[in-house]
């Protein structure tokens, strides 16, 4: 991934927990997901401990530095709070801001850089083994988990001879360290397209590579005739029904209809997808379906097979995570928080709202 500057450490949350902590509910995952469901956890009345091995919303700050997002800012609304935004899409840069202030307007007890190793224990005293950002082990314990770990952090794999070397990215972050460089983007959906176009109308020499006929037919109807007049042009060059073979330090090859093709290459930007880590899911002893990997849970509750053990956000729908984004992921929380009140009973004035 391109370097970037590291993001600011908020005010109110704790950086270093100290050994032993211990809450109510544990929540992994600080992405809009995970935020929610601590909200509801603590409007219930319980304590909630979030950690994430980045920093707040991580994949959000991970995404194109002048992203704009496809849905309203009403739609990312969590905790009640009102997403405002001065454009009729909110942009990247807006999110963060936002969800900053909804941390902090909860007062969430966020850790930051924290990587969960693994998890023991059963329903009411739980363990989790984290490792800080030093690599200093830290356990918690919790009566419960709520597992909100998203997908953004695994990119879907090419699985093909030189995809380690450094000039191969799984994300993009901006235009300007590849002017006048010959950058290949593999990958047909929105991510791909609009990073080709990115690229090519700030100085870079674009080849997009799709094992699919044509760009994906989701792509944003404000995208596609773009790419597809650049792709007639000739200012982008595309190869269709064709993939990658072979990448080395100055070309790539490629395999087309017409038989294998040799490239002259920079840089390539392998934007194939990504997929939640079904490994640590499963470590936890949650079974996952045959095909689609969804967690088995009860959809009422999202408890899993694992008594106390909750699924939030886009890991409920497996392999499938084109069907849940924040806009539905969000309301994931309050299904969790009324099954906690039902179990552990009312947790009191913990999770009154502290501006009221």
Known sequence: ????????????????????????????????????????????????????????????????????????????EI??????????????????????????????????????????????????AVADRHGRPVEYRAK?????????DLPNLMKIPGEDLPKVFHYYREPFPFY?????????????????????RHGARVTLVHRGPQVHPHVKYWVRPDIENRIKNGEVMAYFNSHIREITQDFVVLETPEGPLRLQNDFVFALTG??????????????????QFRPRCEPETLETNVAGVYVAGVIVAGSRTNEIFIENGRFHGRLIAAHLKQKLGSGGDRGKDPQK
């Open 1 to 76: 991934m391109l370097t970037a500057d590291m993001p600011v450490t908020l005010p109110r949350m704790q950086a270093e927990p100290s050994p032993g902590t211990s809450t109510d509910v544990l929540v992994i995952g600080a992405g809009p997901t995970g935020l929610a469901c601590a909200i509801e956890v603590q409007k219930a009345g319980f304590d909630a401990v979030i950690i994430d091995k980045g920093c707040l919303v991580n994949s959000i700050f991970n995404y194109p530095t002048n992203m704009v997002f496809f849905t309203t800012p009403e739609l990312l």
């Open 79 to 128: 905790g009640g709070i009102p997403f405002s935004t001065a454009l009729q899409k909110p942009t990247r840069q807006e999110a963060l801001e936002y969800y900053r202030r909804v941390a902090e307007h909860f007062s969430l007890e966020v850790r930051q850089y924290q990587t969960v190793k693994k998890v023991s224990g059963k329903d009411g005293d739980f363990i989790a």
């Open 144 to 152: 419960k988990i709520i597992a909100a770990t998203g997908y953004y």
């Open 180 to 200: 006048d460089a010959d950058v290949m983007v593999v990958g047909g959906k929105n991510s791909a397209v609009e990073t080709a176009l990115d690229l090519w």
């Open 274 to 291: 990504y997929h939640p880590d079904f490994d640590f899911l499963q470590s936890i002893g949650i079974e996952l379906s045959d095909g």
